[in-house]
């Protein structure tokens, strides 16, 4: 079928609305409408880093109603109101003990081009057009395997939900699902983007005492305080490592890192008590780090953590009813796009004007 999709067709360039073909699903997959997709740092990384092979349509936070299933889907019907997460193959030691974000074929099977079968959906031009995160939502239809399609609550609006499915799903989940911190325990946030207040948001949730959140934009800061951080820390006007430590008597339990920002990775290790942990989520490049003196000599933990250590199929659906129950207000990340500002979505997205963009598509 021909549908509408943002194509991106090389190194840093902006995206062009074009007709594509896309191919009908196999029998383990669905043919999804999409309704709307979040703008998510991973697509522009993808982007403006050659992270999967050119041309795309990129686009991995996709929410919608499904179209048509194929032969062999039992858990999906048509009609369903779903969100697209990331694809796994379901089959390696790492899925099948419940950790599908650190499948074995997890950078092949979402950053390699292709379907799980090693074959393409979209086409243009008789040239095969790469998926992204086996799902590609930049696009008015989307074809993704069964497991990484997620049904939702349909009285909640799906043009919503989309960015569960990744970026949202990654802040609340290191924390609930990862970190897991005691109730009454400290934890300092380092970032207040998406991910980052996502993270606060799930702290509240887990009775944390201290959720401290750092940044260097008030607006941000402000957003943080009514989404649930306690304190709240301007980097460019004091020491957060030595704020850190006042605040919590000695050093934060536990960090979550979004920034990937080599300095402010080191602060949310120095400002960890003895024994305390920290979680890294943020694309962050090549760093030094004293093991000794930053990490061993005080017993701390440090972890990456990807897409929240998230079993979607679970996770989602309990994030939707937190929100609907009042508790994760996430629509307050959200500002919404048509399909033709998808550029000026990124580019709001990479100022800090738009916390988490979404755009329209059907």
């Known amino acids: 079928m021909k549908i509408q999709a943002a194509v991106t067709h090389g190194l840093e360039e902006d995206f062009t609305v074009e007709e594509v073909e896309l191919s009908e699903p196999k029998p383990n997959e669905v043919l999804v409408k999409i309704v709307a997709t979040g703008i998510c740092h991973t697509d522009a990384v993808a982007r403006d880093m050659g992270l999967c092979p050119f041309p795309a349509v990129l686009g991995h936070e996709g929410s919608g109603i499904v179209e048509k299933v194929g032969s062999a889907v039992t858990k999906i019907q048509t009609g369903d ?58 696009g008015t239809f989307a074809v993704a395997n069964e497991q990484n399609v997620v049904k939702v609550d349909p009285e909640v609006d799906i043009a919503l939900l989309g960015p569960l499915g990744c970026g949202i799903q990654t802040g609340a989940g290191t924390v609930l699902n990862r970190i897991k911190p005691e109730f009454g325990t400290s934890i300092a946030i380092y970032g207040s983007g998406a991910v980052g207040l996502s993270a606060v948001m799930a702290a509240k949730i887990a009775g944390c005492l201290n959720i401290i959140a750092v940044d260097l934009h008030e607006s941000r800061l402000e957003l943080a305080k009514e989404l649930g951080a306690t304190h709240t820390l301007n980097g460019n006007d004091v020491d957060v490592v030595q704020e850190v430590k006042k605040i919590t008597n000695g050093g934060a339990h536990y960090a979550v890192e979004t920034t990937g920002v080599p300095p402010v990775v080191k602060q949310s290790i120095h400002g960890l008590r003895p024994l305390g942990s920290c979680a890294i989520v943020g694309v962050t490049p090549e760093m030094t780090f004293d093991v000794h003196n930053d990490i061993m000599a005080e017993g701390k933990t440090v972890m990456g953590v990807i897409e929240g250590d998230s079993i979607p199929q679970l996770f989602i659906p309990q994030l939707v009813d937190y929100y609907k129950r009042g508790l994760f207000p996430f629509d307050k990340l959200v500002k919404l796009y048509e399909f033709d500002q998808i550029n000026e979505a990124f580019e709001d997205s990479k100022k800090g004007t738009a916390i988490k963009p979404i755009v329209k598509i059907g």
């Open 81 to 138: 109101h779903v969100v697209l997460s990331f694809t796994y193959c379901g089959h390696c030691e790492n899925c099948l003990s419940g950790h599908p974000t650190v499948c074995m074929k997890f950078n092949d099977l979402n950053f390699g081009g292709k379907m799980q079968d090693g074959t393409n959906r979209l086409h243009q031009n008789d040239q095969d057009v790469s998926t992204f995160f086996g799902q590609s939502s930049f």
